[in-house]
T-cell receptor, first 111, second 116 residues
Framework: GENVEQHPSTLSVQEGDSAVIKCTYS??????FPWYKQELGKRPQLIIDIRSNVGEKKDQRIAVTLNKTAKHFSLHITETQPEDSAVYFC??????????FGTGTSLTVIP | DAGVIQSPRHEVTEMGQEVTLRCKPISGHDYLFWYRQTMMRGLELLIY????????DSGMPEDRFSAKMPNASFSTLKIQPSEPRDSAVYFC??????????????FGEGSRLTVL
């Protein structure tokens, strides 16, 4: 099956700085890569996703890049704000109904 | 729609007791997933259903765990007998069949289980 690795497990940045979270996957057949944000005590919620026919996707301060050859994808958050503090999960899927999650990155934005 | 509804939100029980977690997916969603979240292992898929049929239960840890989906609006995850290592947050999530349009998983609020 698919194996998704996520780094770093914890990340602290100063408010206004950028944050980057990286994931690798093992199955070259995976073609859908969502990112979820989970605030403390809350449910995970989708913040952005990318499909394998696209190399980059942006939505305001967040962006995701995908390198299919190297089998890795990254989440970029610019101009970080305290409300960005949360746990972020990457995931990979081939069929759209079998999602393999990374182990999560706890992001802390220091005011 | 109220979203995915899970109950109970918190459960504290003693080792050996039976635990039943419940989930009501979003109406019209064809897929239902059960995940377990722990600090050590993150989000682990336990089982998922498509149109009420279990598709993949390879993530179910052992025979103590069972899941059912008797109809499109209800699913249960049962642990019998429960053990302290089962302590975790259990999430239910649902998704429509049109994943190629939107692959978003809609999670419930989770059920936090503590087994003493």
């Amino acid at each position: 099956g698919e194996n998704v690795e996520q780094h770093p497990s914890t990340l602290s940045v100063q408010e206004g700085d950028s944050a980057v979270i990286k994931c690798t996957y093992s199955d070259s057949a995976s073609n859908y890569f969502p990112w979820y944000k989970q605030e403390l005590g809350k449910r995970p919620q989708l913040i952005i996703d990318i499909r394998s026919n696209v190399g980059e996707k942006k939505d305001q301060r967040i962006a995701v890049t995908l390198n299919k050859t190297a089998k890795h994808f990254s989440l970029h958050i610019t101009e970080t704000q305290p409300e960005d503090s949360a746990v972020y999960f990457c995931a990979a899927s081939q069929t759209g109904n079998q999602f393999y999650f990374g182990t999560g990155t706890s992001l802390t934005v220091i005011p | 729609d109220a979203g995915v509804i899970q109950s109970p939100r918190h459960e504290v029980t003693e080792m050996g007791q039976e635990v039943t977690l419940r989930c009501k997916p979003i109406s019209g969603h064809d897929y239902l997933f059960w995940y377990r979240q722990t600090m050590m292992r993150g989000l682990e898929l336990l089982i998922y259903f498509n149109n009420n049929v279990p598709i993949d239960d390879s993530g179910m840890p052992e025979d103590r765990f069972s899941a059912k989906m008797p109809n499109a609006s209800f699913s249960t995850l049962k642990i019998q007998p429960s053990e302290p290592r089962d302590s975790a947050v259990y999430f239910c999530a649902s998704m429509p069949d049109r994943w190629y349009l939107t692959g978003e998983l809609f999670f419930g609020e989770g059920s936090r289980l503590t087994v003493l």
